[in-house]
């Protein structure tokens, strides 16, 4: 695990170039590095641009599958709860962190979320998903 650490920490180093917060990400499967990641946000103006989702958008090309159960992802820095969403959502089977943020670190939340009640419009977005369910079942 101390060789995937060191590369973690390597590419964290590379954040720090374009002042990004210095997090580093890798994916393995079956003991192969197929993915790397840096932050990025800085760097490419970009919100999407952490380590961990740079990490995953490289392993799923090389493994030309969005899917990817079985992988472990190691990061210098516990993600945040975009990332998590993200790791969840891609199937990666285990997370490896070295340290948690700092205590004063809080996510930024101001967003609010609100469901817009419109019932014919609702309706209709429900059938337009149930039918897409209904295919994607039948072409298996």
């Not at 695990?1 to 499967?29: C, H, Q, R, W």
Request: with cysteine.
């Amino acid at each position: 695990m101390n060789e995937y650490f060191n590369e973690t920490i390597k590419l964290a180093k590379k954040s720090l170039k374009y002042g990004d917060v210095p997090i580093g990400a890798i994916v393995v499967k079956d003991g192969i590095i197929i993915g790397k990641g840096y932050n990025t946000r800085e760097k490419h103006e970009n919100v999407l641009g952490h380590a961990e989702i740079n990490a995953i958008n490289m392993a799923s090309k090389r493994l030309n599958n969005w899917n990817l159960n079985g992988c472990k992802l190691y990061v210098t820095l516990k993600p945040c709860s975009m990332c998590m969403e993200i790791i969840k959502q891609s199937r990666i089977t285990n997370v490896y962190y070295l340290t948690n943020k700092l205590s004063s670190k809080h996510e930024f939340n101001q967003t609010k979320i609100e469901k817009f009640n419109n019932i014919e419009m609702s309706k209709e977005y429900l059938e337009l998903l149930q039918s897409f369910f209904k295919n994607l079942r039948e072409k298996k």
